[in-house]
């Protein structure tokens, strides 16, 4: 089979790569666009550091707060269309007990009542005006490499006809080893919401910036994505989670995207992709968005 290659190198030398980068990931000719030292390590740390000190994480040394307990995410967690109750990406039947704590608002996870979903937007929206005033912005980081990674297109945060605005982004801390196990994640083909405007576009991917990885010893927790687009075939694998025996089986190609604090990647996220988590002493902590692409379309649709 031919090779499948990632886009992997520093961020200005990566984003003048090839004109047609965002194209490729769509067809999934590439598995992805990493590029290195998008933002300082020492930034990053520096945020880490405020999102303690302002109470909108909590320090993994100490056991989690209460008020942290109460609004944690299981592990696999979504709502499909106008579902209250939680759907989870695979059969997950236990709780876990491993958490994690988002800075911003989840469509996947509060898309249920668009009513609740934009309102809670608005206040994230509000947060990160606060914490990026004057501070280099990570969201704009990521807006801007979009906009040169497509060579003209606009990325604007996603809305409605009516105005209402989507969260720009969301920062997400995985606290103690939490896992993504193999999934996909699309509001067209998974969550079903055609309720939203972002599901009327084509392609779905991710972007990713690394704040801060989960280590243990010389391992660290790190993405893994399956030269495998999503379709109906392979959804019994991951709903009984077997998809690691069939993509043996299938000699299915995978890229291990392994990044340091400040490297940003984007993906398609219709491709089987995964975190195993490691329970290191720190939480793996990302700023992501999920990204909507068409190719005649003149806007990129950027959410959380
Ligand atoms: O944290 C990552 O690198 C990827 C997480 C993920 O599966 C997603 O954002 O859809
Ligand atoms: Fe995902």
């Not at 060579?151 to 969301?170: F, H, L, S």
Request: hydrophobic content about 35%; charged content about 25%.
């Amino acid at each position: 089979m031919d090779d499948w290659t990632p886009i992997d190198a520093p961020i200005n030398e990566g984003l003048s790569d090839s004109v047609f980068s965002l194209e490729k990931l769509a067809r999934g000719e590439i598995p992805a666009i990493i590029l290195r030292n998008a933002w300082q390590p020492e930034i990053c740390q520096s945020l880490v550091d405020r999102l303690i000190e302002e109470d909108l994480l909590y320090d993994p040394h100490v056991e989690i707060p209460e008020k942290f307990r109460a609004v944690a995410i299981p592990e696999g967690y979504f709502k499909k269309g106008a579902d209250t109750d939680a759907s989870y990406a695979w059969n997950t039947n236990k709780d876990t007990g491993r958490t994690r704590i988002d800075i911003g608002s989840s469509l996947g996870y509060r898309g249920s009542n668009p009513d609740d979903f934009f309102s809670h937007a608005s206040e994230s929206q509000a947060i990160f005006n606060r914490l990026f005033d004057n501070n280099d912005n990570p969201i704009e980081l990521i807006y801007g490499a979009l906009e040169r990674l497509s060579r003209g297109k606009r990325a604007v945060t996603a809305y409605e006809p009516d105005g209402r605005q989507y969260c720009p982004a969301i920062i997400r801390a995985h606290y103690d080893g939490y896992t993504y196990k193999p999934h996909f994640d699309s509001v067209r083909l998974r969550e079903k919401r055609e309720n939203y405007s972002v599901s009327a576009f084509e392609h779905q991917f991710a972007g990713i910036l690394v704040l801060q990885n989960a280590q243990r010893g010389d391992r660290s927790a790190q993405a893994i994505i399956h030269r495998c687009l999503w379709d109906p075939h392979v959804d019994p694998h991951i709903q009984d989670g077997t998809f690691h025996d069939y993509a043996e089986a299938n000699q299915i190609d995978k890229l291990e995207v392994c990044l340091e604090p400040g490297d940003l990647y984007f993906f398609n996220t219709r491709s089987i992709h995964e975190v195993p988590g490691l329970d290191g002493e720190l939480p793996r902590i990302v700023v992501a968005v999920f990204i909507g692409f068409s190719s005649d379309r003149e806007e990129i649709f950027v959410w959380s």
